[in-house]
């Protein structure tokens, strides 16, 4: 039996991360802080199922503040991914929370981390790193521009791992995920936005023309590409791309969910917003070569599994309300 520490184990991926993990029979030490990118609700709602194993201890801690030793030294391997999450919310006044909840926390625990440095410790990154990349599908050589505050943030935690496993040896891995979607996604990201306003026949808005591509990858293969991170061999101070292995325009994913609404869909389209990059797309040979990691779940496939999930939060709201 392992004990994994997971931050940021209330959010959208570290819930399914820590309950993939006790349903294999491991341990995990949950952290989280509820910062306020999205409810609080939501976030308690997201560790329900966490909290129903035995195996699940969970304790509300600001990383920034430090003072994280003890937490690291009762676990075998920490799953970082914890974060301030957004492009478009990652400017003005509110990048001095960016700074604090994606490299000051980074720092800290890695600082308790170099104590004991052999212990795996598994950065969730992101393509934001490399802004509007010249080369698509983007190999992890490529130099990284990022084209809004949040893509600099999650570099400079990057750049942090670098530093400690170069000075401390620490074991540390970097993950950038591109595009996670399904359900339990933020309120504020782009498919949940989407459902929720087709399940309700409100518009739909699209910053852009619509034809800007992502490469969109179920949180299920991020979550097994995470895991797998934390045991594969040789791969200690390396960065890889984690994607769902095809470049999709937001029309075209438009094109699906209206058709599990089964009714056409009103759009708005708006000018696109400052940090928002054109296109993404993930060379993942890295990861396969060296990590086993192959998406296994078509667009197709989990974007009518968010659906259904945000038809089902829908029907649970009314319900409430009665």
């Known amino acids: 039996m392992t004990r994994y520490l997971v931050t940021g184990c209330a959010g959208f991926i570290g819930s399914q991360l820590a309950e993939a993990l006790l349903a294999d029979g491991h341990t995990v030490l949950g952290i989280d802080c509820f910062n306020d990118n999205y409810g609080r609700a939501d976030k308690l709602s997201n560790l329900c199922r966490a909290r129903d194993w035995d195996g699940f201890e969970f304790v509300p801690i600001d990383l920034a503040r430090g003072q994280l030793e003890d937490l690291v030294d009762e676990s075998d391997a920490v799953f970082h991914l914890a974060a301030e999450p957004g492009v478009r919310s990652s400017w003005g006044g509110r990048f001095e929370t960016f700074v604090r909840n994606n490299v000051l926390a980074t720092q800290c625990l890695l600082e308790a981390a170099k104590r004991q440095p052999r212990k795996r410790f598994v950065l969730a990154s992101s393509s934001s790193v490399?802004?509007?990349?010249?080369?698509?599908?983007?190999?992890?050589?490529a130099t990284p521009r990022p084209f809004s505050p949040y893509g600099?943030?999650?570099?400079?935690?990057?750049h942090l791992c670098d530093l400690y496993h170069g000075n401390y040896g620490v074991d540390t891995v970097a993950l950038r995920y591109f595009s996670v979607y399904g359900p339990r996604q933020r309120p504020d990201m782009a498919f949940n936005r989407f459902c929720r306003a087709a399940i309700a026949g409100t518009p739909i808005t699209?910053?852009?023309d619509g034809r800007q591509t992502r490469d969109f990858t179920f949180v299920a293969d991020v979550v097994r590409a995470t895991r797998v991170t934390a045991e594969a061999s040789h791969v200690s101070g390396r960065v890889y791309n984690i994607g769902g292995g095809a470049q999709v325009?937001?029309?075209q994913a438009?094109?699906?969910i209206e058709g599990y609404a089964g009714r056409p869909l009103a759009i708005e389209h708006?000018?696109?917003e400052r940090g928002d990059v054109r296109d993404t797309g993930a060379d993942t040979s890295r990861a396969r070569a060296e990590l086993g990691f192959e998406p296994a779940v078509p667009l197709e496939d989990g974007l009518r599994e968010e659906f259904e999930w945000a038809l089902g939060a829908t029907r649970a709201r009314e319900l409430a309300r009665v």
Do not use: D, F, I
């Open 152 to 158: 600099m943030t999650k570099l400079a935690a990057e």
């Open 254 to 256: 438009l094109e699906l």
């Open 249 to 251: 325009s937001l029309a």
């Open 206 to 208: 699209v910053y852009g």
């Open 270 to 272: 708006h000018a696109g």
């Open 130 to 141: 490399y802004g509007n990349a010249e080369t698509l599908p983007t190999p992890e050589s």
